[in-house]
């Protein structure tokens, strides 16, 4: 086995590390503190292809592979898991789902805009009752003939406020149940389409996340995605890459919590000598390093499926149990090794311990990633 990363890796991950020590560090406590949406930075990212990095180039995207993907997100992870966060939407969830799943026309309408960063896109399908639970959708669209109605309510949408595009799911038949299940695109600016007051978060606070209402929102017949009922099918396949995105800014995440701790840990000093030399300090590196390691590998592996066509719902479910849980216990050993300081806003590490749980929750709770993987398990 080569673990070994190409001199293209290798570049794209010198690149990723360069604009976020550059442009995503000065100024990420400020946004996190003022909940400030990074506009210039995703501007930014969107010149450098971050936002459309495995679509292919007639599209406008970069054309890489999901390991290239990886090594961004962990990169910019390391400094701002808000700015990552909105390169994992984009990327995972609606430029794959377009790309994959979208019309030729959908695509040229859309997806080349989403591609380039011209515009940003939000993936729509939590509700105040349908998180984890997708075929509890109460949001409907109703088949008017050449329209459908949208009615209803989503939750804790990331780029709520600052998407153009929203892939939207629905449902058309409940008698039907996930069969009846639709999904669509939605432009900002719709009449009777709404953006509510941003939440106020632990985390991942330069993000914005809004709930969305729609009212009576009409929704062309060709803004439907696939055949009739597939939006159930859309969602699920949709989420299985979304995974391996979360995993690798969970990865990112404790990566940078424990290069700071690292290099903390060689300049302050205790009983005369610095702290990690200390072995109660020099193990709690040596643990935090090898389950980041572990976390990195099950990432990769993941991120390789995908690229070899193989089917990543099992491993991308287990990177991303493994990688967030990963993300606390590092982040947290981040902020004690800190001692004192740990606790301070400079420091970085009470952002990094913060961000990190949002990885345990979004795209599926760790008890949803255990569902899958068991069922992986269990098919044959």
């Given amino acids: 086995m080569d673990f070994s990363l190409s001199e293209e890796h290798l570049m794209i991950r010198d690149a990723a590390r360069d604009f976020a020590r550059t442009e995503l560090l000065p100024g990420v406590i400020e946004r996190d503190n003022q909940q400030k949406f990074p506009a210039e930075q995703v501007k ?19 054309g890489m592979d999901t390991v290239s993907y990886v090594l961004v997100m962990e990169e910019l992870s390391k400094i701002d898991a808000s700015c990552s966060v909105i390169v994992s939407v984009n990327n995972s969830l609606v430029c794959y789902g377009l790309e994959k799943f979208g019309t030729e026309e959908q695509k040229q309408k859309y997806l080349t805009k989403l591609a380039t960063g011209e515009k940003l896109g939000a993936f ?11 075929t509890s959708q109460r949001t409907t669209a109703i ?8 009615n209803g309510t ?3 949408i990331t780029n709520g406020g600052s998407a153009d595009f929203y892939l939207v799911i629905a449902q058309t038949d409940k008698e039907k149940k996930h069969k009846g299940i639709n999904a669509f695109i939605v432009e900002k600016g719709w009449e009777g389409f709404e953006v509510g007051p941003k939440e106020d978060k632990l985390g991942i606070r330069g993000s914005d996340t ?7 929102v009409k929704v062309p017949k060709e803004n439907r995605i696939g055949e009739d009922g597939f939006g159930f099918k859309f969602a699920m396949k949709t989420l299985s890459g979304g995974r391996i995105g979360i995993a690798s800014q969970a990865l990112g995440i404790a990566s940078g919590a ?8 060689k300049v302050r000093k205790a009983f005369g000598t610095e702290i990690c030399n200390h072995q109660a300090i020099a193990f709690k590196l040596a643990d935090m390093h090898t389950s980041i390691e572990a976390a990195r590998h099950l990432v990769m592996k993941a991120a390789w499926d995908k ?3 193989n089917n990543y719902d099992m491993s991308g479910a287990m990177a991303k149990l493994y990688a967030s849980q990963v993300a606390m216990d590092v982040t947290v050993e981040a902020v004690q090794v800190h001692g004192g300081n740990g ?5 970085h590490v009470e952002r990094l311990m913060r961000d990190a749980k949002i990885t345990q929750i979004y795209e599926g709770t760790s008890e949803i990633q255990k569902i899958v993987i068991s069922r992986g398990l269990l098919q044959d």
């Fill in 44 to 62: 930014k990212m969107g010149e450098l292809g971050f936002l459309g990095m495995m679509v292919d180039p007639k599209y406008g995207g970069g």
């Fill in 258 to 265: 424990y290069d700071l701790a690292r290099e903390y840990s």
């Fill in 143 to 150: 088949d008017k003939g050449d329209h459908y109605v949208l």
């Fill in 210 to 216: 809004h709930s969305l209402i729609f009212n009576d």
């Fill in 124 to 134: 729509c399908l939590s509700e105040p009752e349908a998180g984890s639970d997708a």
């Fill in 154 to 156: 989503k939750n804790w």
């Fill in 307 to 309: 690229d070899q066509g």
């Fill in 343 to 347: 606790y301070v806003k400079e420091y």
